[in-house]
C-alpha cells in the first residue's frame, strides 16, 4: 500500500515539501520526472482519496474484498459521517457522479437538500425586508430536509454489490467504540463552540463535561450516532425517512420552532440525473447537472479557456490568470441569473455549455486590462433548458469510478444536533436567495431561479468531476470549499491537461478565484510578487490569504493510477494497493 499523510502545524510551504519528501522515486518508476517537485501516490489496482484517514482506509478495505468503486464510496460516506464530522454526514446532502464500466455510462446521483413545506418565500427577511443572517445560517430554521442517507442507500442498491449492513461495519464500530481525536477535529471543536453551545446535545457529544473540546489523542465516542447508523443498517433508508429517526426530527423540531416534519422526511427522494457534458482539449468532461451549479460552468469556463494556448502563456503568469479571472468573472455572472432547481424552473443547460456561447464571452475579454464586474452582465445564452463540505474519489480494478462530493454547508452545519440521533443538521437553506440581489455567507449572488420555495432543492457549487480520455476514466476530481468549488476543480484539470502537471503538482500549485461580485481576485500565499503587481496595474483589486479549495483527485495512466490528497487542510489520506 502506498499512502500519503499531510500534517498540521507546518507553515504552507513546509508542508508542500514534507508532502514532496513522503515518498521518493527511481528512474524506471512510471512517474518519474526529472522536473516533478512533488510526487502523487501510485497503485495498481483501486485507489481512495478522501479528506479522513479512517474513511480512505475503510473504503480501501473494501475494494480490497472485491467491492466495486460504489461499494467503497457508500462505505467512505457513512464513514466521515463519524470520523470527520464537520462536514461529514448524515443530516446533509451532495451529488455522486458515478461511471459504470460494463455499461460505459456516466450517472449522476442528486442528494441535496430540499426545503420543508413550510418554508416560505421571504422567511429570512426581517421587518425592514432584509436579510437576518442569523436565522438563515445559525437557527434551527436554517436546515433543509436531508438528503445524504438517501443518496448513499439509493447508489448502492443501484450500483452497489455489498449490503448496507457491511457498507454500515466501520462507521458503527467507531462511533460506538471512539477513534483518537487528532489535532484539526480538536482545533475545529474549539472554534465551533460558542455557535455548539447553544446545542445541548451537541455539547454533550463533541465536548467534555467541563466545556473543553476534545484534545489531540482523546477517544471521541458517539452512541447516539452509533444507534442511528445501527437503525440505517438493520431498515435501511425508511430508518431515517419513515422511521425511528425520522420521529425523533419531527418530535425535536415541534418542540424547537424549526420546520422539517415527518412528511417531508417521507417524501424525501434522491435521483438520478444526466450529467452535463462537455469537451476540452481532446478530453471528455462528465459533472453535475443543476441543482448543482458546478458542472454547468466547469464546462462553461473550459470552453472559453479552450480558446487561448495556456501552455505557451505559462502557468499562473499574470497573462494566464488575467484570462482565468475574466472568464471566472462571466460565468459566475451567469450563475446569479440562470441557474436554480431544475425542476422549479427551465435551466439553459445547452446554451451556457455551447462553444459558440464561449466564443461570444472571449471577444468581450479584454486582454489589456481588468474588466470591471459592474460591467460584466449576465449574457443571454439563447437555448433554454458550499464553508464546510468534503470530496472524495474512488477508482477501482474494473474500471469504475466515483465522484462524490457532500456537505452540511458550514462546518458542522448549523451546530445543532438532533438529540438521541447524534445526527448534526444542515444549515444549506442559506443557499437559497434570500432576497434576489443578496449575497448568502460565501458572498454569491442569486436571482429569481434560487428563491426559497417548499421542497425545491437549493442551488449548489459542488462539482464532483469525472474526466475522460479515449472513453475511460482518466481523473476523478472534487473539492470543498463553497464559492471556490468551481475555480478549484477548474484549475486541477487545467494544471493537468495544458500544464502537464502530475495530480501532486497540480494539486500542490497556488490557486485563484474570481466569483464576479465582490470584484476581487483573490490569491493564495506563494504566487510572484512580481505577478500580483501586474495584475494590480491591469486594474485587479487583488487579495493574498486563504486557501482556496481542498481536492482529492486520482489518476489513471496506463498501468497505474496516481492520486493526491491536498495539503490545504491536514489529515487526508490517498492510498491504494
Do not use: C
Not at 141 to 161: I, N, Q, R, W
Not at 498 to 512: G, K, P, Q, W, Y
Amino acid at each position: 500500500m502506498f499512502i500519503l499523510n499531510t500534517f498540521s502545524k507546518f507553515s504552507f510551504f513546509l508542508l508542500l515539501v514534507a508532502i514532496s519528501a513522503a515518498q521518493t522515486f527511481s528512474k524506471e518508476d512510471p512517474l518519474y520526472s526529472g522536473k516533478a517537485r512533488f510526487h502523487p501516490v501510485v497503485a495498481k489496482n483501486a485507489m481512495v482519496a478522501s479528506e479522513n484517514s479512517y474513511a480512505t482506509n475503510a473504503g480501501l478495505q473494501v475494494l480490497k474484498e472485491g467491492g466495486n468503486a460504489v461499494d467503497a464510496a457508500v462505505t467512505i460516506g457513512f464513514t466521515l459521517a463519524v470520523t470527520f464530522p464537520r462536514a461529514g454526514n448524515l443530516g446533509g446532502g451532495g451529488f455522486m457522479l458515478v461511471y459504470l464500466a460494463e455499461k460505459d455510462e456516466v450517472i449522476s446521483i442528486d442528494y441535496r437538500e430540499k426545503a420543508p413545506l413550510q418554508a416560505s418565500r421571504d422567511m429570512f427577511l426581517d421587518q425592514e425586508g432584509n436579510v437576518d443572517k442569523e436565522k438563515s445560517q445559525n437557527s434551527i430554521l436554517s436546515a433543509g430536509v436531508p438528503g445524504t442517507v438517501a443518496g448513499l442507500t439509493l447508489a448502492l442498491e443501484k450500483y452497489g454489490t455489498i449490503s448496507l449492513e457491511r457498507a454500515l461495519q466501520p462507521a458503527i464500530k467507531l462511533a460506538q467504540n471512539g477513534f483518537p481525536v487528532d489535532h484539526e477535529l480538536s482545533k475545529s471543536l474549539g472554534q465551533a463552540k460558542k455557535r455548539m453551545e447553544k446545542s445541548p446535545a451537541s455539547m454533550e457529544i463533541f465536548y467534555k463535561e467541563n466545556g473543553a473540546p476534545y484534545e489531540e489523542g482523546e477517544l471521541l465516542t458517539q452512541e447516539d450516532l452509533a444507534w442511528s447508523l445501527k437503525q440505517i443498517s438493520k431498515n435501511g433508508s425508511k430508518a431515517f425517512y419513515n422511521g425511528a429517526i425520522s420521529k425523533k426530527i419531527d418530535s425535536f423540531m415541534k418542540q424547537n420552532g424549526g420546520l422539517i416534519r415527518s412528511h417531508d422526511l417521507k417524501n424525501y427522494k434522491a435521483v438520478t440525473r444526466k450529467p452535463v457534458e462537455g469537451s476540452y482539449r481532446g478530453y471528455e468532461i462528465y459533472s453535475m447537472p443543476p441543482p448543482s451549479s458546478g458542472g454547468v460552468h466547469l464546462i462553461q469556463m473550459l470552453n472559453i479557456l479552450e480558446q487561448f494556448p495556456l501552455s505557451s502563456f505559462g502557468h499562473n503568469t499574470a497573462k494566464t490568470i488575467h484570462i482565468f479571472a475574466e472568464t471566472m468573472k462571466h460565468a459566475y455572472a451567469d450563475r446569479s441569473k440562470h441557474l436554480g432547481d431544475p425542476d422549479f424552473s427551465p435551466i439553459p443547460i445547452s446554451g451556457l455549455i455551447s462553444k459558440k456561447y464561449a466564443e461570444s464571452i472571449k471577444e468581450r475579454i479584454n486582454m489589456k486590462r481588468a474588466t470591471p464586474s459592474n460591467e460584466i452582465l449576465p449574457g443571454d445564452p439563447g437555448a433554454q433548458e458550499g464553508i464546510n463540505t468534503t470530496h472524495f474519489s474512488v477508482m477501482d480494478g474494473e474500471g469504475n469510478a466515483v465522484s462524490n462530493t457532500y456537505t452540511l454547508n458550514f462546518s458542522y452545519g448549523s451546530k445543532i444536533t438532533v438529540p438521541g440521533t447524534g445526527i448534526l443538521l444542515n444549515n444549506e437553506m442559506d443557499d437559497f436567495s434570500a432576497k434576489p440581489g443578496s449575497p448568502n455567507a460565501y458572498g454569491l449572488v442569486g436571482g429569481k431561479l434560487n428563491a426559497i420555495a417548499p421542497d425545491k432543492r437549493m442551488l449548489s457549487s459542488m462539482s464532483p468531476t469525472i474526466v475522460m480520455k479515449d472513453g475511460r476514466p482518466f481523473l476523478v476530481t472534487g473539492s470543498p470549499g463553497g464559492s471556490r468549488i468551481i475555480t478549484t476543480v477548474l484549475q486541477i484539470i487545467v494544471n493537468v491537461i495544458d500544464f502537464n502537471m502530475n495530480i501532486s503538482e497540480a494539486t500542490n500549485a497556488v490557486r485563484v478565484h474570481h466569483q464576479w461580485l465582490p470584484d476581487v481576485l483573490n490569491v493564495e500565499t506563494g504566487l510572484s510578487e512580481d505577478t500580483i503587481n501586474i495584475l494590480r496595474e491591469m486594474g485587479y483589486k487583488v487579495e493574498i490569504g486563504s486557501t482556496i479549495g481542498v481536492a482529492e483527485s486520482i489518476i489513471k495512466k496506463g498501468d497505474y493510477l496516481y492520486g493526491a490528497s491536498d495539503p490545504r487542510r491536514p489529515g487526508g489520506l490517498t492510498a491504494g494497493y
